[in-house]
């Protein structure tokens, strides 16, 4: 009897087709290798990455080279007062050759370039926190959907149970029959049960198979390459408590990057306060300078060398536009801190609902599991009670309904409080691939 309510073996046989037996750690691998999810985050973690240095936040020396060569065609005509210096010619040839190097670096911007590097480091720490939702999500979609196949199978257990005892019903029925001592009506209602029951296995292999199809949607594999078999087991951890789980919230990587979030908002405020700072730049470089002329008063003027200089840009007024901003931004910070808030007492909610949900269900087992055995055994001895003519066929019916309800009642039951475990696991991030 525990057997049957501990141990779900696959009774499908699925022809045609190679089949492969997946448990759920293979499920939560696969899913975590190909989810679609899981890569689009990480991506977002390799740009964050890349973004989180000094030089994407404009704090790196700008080094800038330059050449600028003209060649023109052009008419001359100067006078002086010697009249014997004067030049007039027509289509003669210039050249202007300009080439530099600059080098500058920020000294001063009101702290903006280090604001915004913190805003990096926090926006990568971010991502690697949405990540972490994402693994964690997929995770619990997976186990859902896995130990959903699990609970459909143990429907089909049922179910067999119950034809195995319309088919001997109908044989008892026969056998009556060829001795005169039973009805065609008893036979006819007999074979009517008989197929209702064979019916519902059918739909219940539909499930089974829709079932297996979403799961291999889940760890992205396509439903045609292949028919997994499993095996497996409902084993529920009673041990949860809910204190611990409410303390374990602020571990949830969704919680961490939300507070998060409300660090990077105060850190825009402190990039757009500094644009009302004067910048400070200092700049170096070689610049040369060589004109050309075949004819005129100079015939080449050349000028080279290296400079030094400071600038300083001071912002006197732009329109507001700069104050409006920062109002933008401590707004943007109030709304993340209210998001944060809401956010958490959406879990503390989620947390006790779920819960309650886990431990009703615990609480109904251990009686629900006492039904299951009595219907287990009242099924059996009136099958007896049938077999020597102490019973009747409708009898034998009520007692396999009994049966059918209670296995119902106790697979969901206990689907029920997995599932409720799954999702308090996930809220204080305790679910992993093993």
Do not use: W
């Amino acid at each position: 009897m525990k057997k049957l309510l501990l141990f779900v073996f696959c009774g499908v046989a699925l022809n045609g087709f190679s089949q492969q037996k997946i448990t759920l750690t293979d499920a939560i691998n696969i899913a975590l290798k190909n989810s679609y999810d899981i890569q689009l985050a990480q991506n977002n973690i390799e740009i964050s990455t890349i973004a989180n240095n000094y030089g994407y936040a404009g704090g790196m020396p700008i080094v800038t080279g330059t050449a600028n060569d003209n060649e023109q065609i052009t008419s001359i005509n100067q006078k002086f007062a010697d009249p014997t210096r004067d030049t007039k010619k027509n289509n003669v040839g210039t050249n202007n050759l300009t080439v530099g190097v600059t080098g500058s670096i920020l000294l001063y911007n009101g702290m903006r370039v280090h604001a915004t590097k913190k805003r990096f480091e926090e926006l990568q720490k971010q991502n690697q926190q949405l990540l972490a939702v994402q693994i964690q999500n997929t995770i619990a979609n997976v186990m859902s959907k896995y130990f959903d196949i699990v609970r459909q199978q143990y429907f089909l257990k049922a179910l067999e149970r119950t034809i195995e005892v319309s088919k001997q019903k109908l044989e008892i029925l026969q056998v009556r029959k060829q001795v005169g001592v039973a009805n065609n009506a008893d036979i006819f209602q007999a074979q009517l049960d008989l197929n209702g029951n064979l019916q519902a296995k059918e739909s219940q292999y539909l499930a089974i198979d829709q079932a297996k199809t979403d799961l291999l949607n889940l760890i992205f594999l396509k439903p045609a390459d292949q028919k997994i078999i499993i095996q497996d087991t409902i084993i529920i951890d009673k041990t949860i408590n809910l204190d611990s789980v409410k303390n374990r919230l602020s571990n949830n990587p969704q919680v961490i990057a939300a507070q998060q979030q409300i660090h990077i908002n105060e850190l825009i405020e402190r990039e757009v306060g500094a644009i009302r700072y004067p910048t400070l730049r200092a700049s170096t470089g070689y610049n040369l300078t060589s004109a050309k002329s075949a004819a005129g008063f100079s015939l080449l003027n050349q000028s080279y060398g290296p400079f030094v200089g400071v600038n300083l840009s001071v912002p006197i007024y732009n329109g507001s536009i700069s104050k409006k901003q920062q109002q933008i931004a401590v707004i943007n910070t109030r709304s993340s801190k209210t998001i944060y808030d809401n956010l958490l007492l959406d879990y503390e909610t989620g947390a006790v609902r779920t819960y309650q949900a886990y431990t009703n269900s615990l609480s109904q087992l251990k009686l629900e599991s006492e039904n299951f055995k009595l219907s287990q055994q009242l099924l059996d001895l009136i099958t007896k009670k049938f077999e020597l003519g102490q019973a009747t066929i409708i009898d034998v019916k009520q007692a396999q309904q009994s049966f059918e309800n209670a296995s119902y009642r106790l697979i969901n039951l206990t689907y029920t409080a997995k599932i409720a475990e799954v999702e308090l696991k996930r809220l204080e991030s305790q679910l992993s691939n093993k």
